[in-house]
């Protein structure tokens, strides 16, 4: 009850005036996120760039959090700005190859949609699983086929609330070679997830609704097995080791997910976050 009533006192002033049930689009900010975002941006107007270590340290403290929520190693996390940047790092990087084939759950959010319709240039085909025709992980399995590559599915249903077992889900797509990407949205802050038990390779997630983050703040969970199978193809200054040598002979890429972070990072974002 006195930690309910310490996470309450974060909300004072909404919840004299709502019943808010509405985190599923945006959730309120907490005081201390809209303190500590105040207290960047005070610094930033009186200090500008003195305190610029102190921000890189929040990142790495923010990507370990986040590896810590997932039961995922730091390497494998890369901050991102919105859940669709990390599908979006997937539908670019991934070497596609005609015939190739992706599958997704019929009305699903559409940020799960849209990375993949570019594909249809380079011959690959999205398919579709309709969740009416019967128990979903069923109707998955009868939609899996050799030429499956990727199954993209939310956690958690934007719209029905939906939670899918995502270790079943695994067990049946590996069985086939194919790979399970996870949109993790409408889930994480509210519901444990480990990645590792789960067996997931890829997991996109953005701030604004259970995590009760900065709207522009996301990340994306890759599965350190994977990494090298997806190219860099949004590169820039960030992406590469030693970056603050400020040398454009060098073309080794950063060693983990953080070569997906190609250029200056939203530090305000991220430290709400
Ligand atoms: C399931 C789901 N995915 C993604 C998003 C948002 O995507 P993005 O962070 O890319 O704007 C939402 C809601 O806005 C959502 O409900």
């Known amino acids: 009850m006195e930690e309910l009533q310490t996470y309450r006192a974060e909300f004072e002033t909404i919840t004299q005036n709502y019943v808010y049930l509405n985190h599923a689009a945006v959730s309120p900010l907490p005081k201390r996120t809209v303190q500590g975002m105040q207290q960047f941006l005070e610094q930033r107007r009186d ?3 003195v305190w610029e270590d102190t921000w890189w340290q929040t990142l790495e403290e923010t990507r370990n959090l986040i590896a810590q929520l997932l039961h995922a190693k730091p390497e494998e996390i890369a901050l991102t700005k919105s859940t669709s940047d990390g599908l979006l790092i ?3 990087g991934w070497p596609w190859r005609a015939g190739d ?4 759950i019929r009305d699903e959010f559409p940020a799960l949609y849209y990375p993949w319709v570019p594909l249809r240039d380079q011959g690959v085909e999205i398919r579709w699983v309709e969740p009416r025709d019967g128990p979903l992980l069923a109707q998955i399995e009868k939609a899996l086929t050799p030429r499956t590559r990727w199954v993209v599915v939310s956690w958690v249903d934007y719209l ?3 939670r899918l ?3 079943a889900l695994t067990e049946i797509v590996h069985r086939i070679g194919a790979y399970v990407a996870v949109d993790g949205i409408q889930g994480l802050g ?5 990645v590792q038990k789960s067996r997931i390779d890829l997991l996109v997630a953005g701030g604004p609704k259970w995590l009760f983050g900065p709207m522009a703040t996301g990340f994306l969970y890759l599965r350190q097995e994977i990494l090298e199978n997806i190219k860099v193809r949004l590169m ?3 992406s590469v080791e030693d970056f603050m040598a400020f040398d454009t002979t060098n073309h080794r890429l950063r060693p983990g997910a953080q070569r997906f972070e190609y250029a200056t990072y939203h530090f305000l974002g991220i430290t709400g976050l």
Do not use: C, E, K, M
């Open 47 to 49: 200090h500008g760039g």
């Open 90 to 92: 997937l539908s670019t």
């Open 101 to 104: 084939q992706i599958l997704l």
């Open 160 to 162: 029905t609330g939906r």
């Open 165 to 167: 077992n995502l270790g």
């Open 190 to 194: 509210a519901l444990p997830l480990d």
């Open 236 to 238: 820039g200054w960030l």
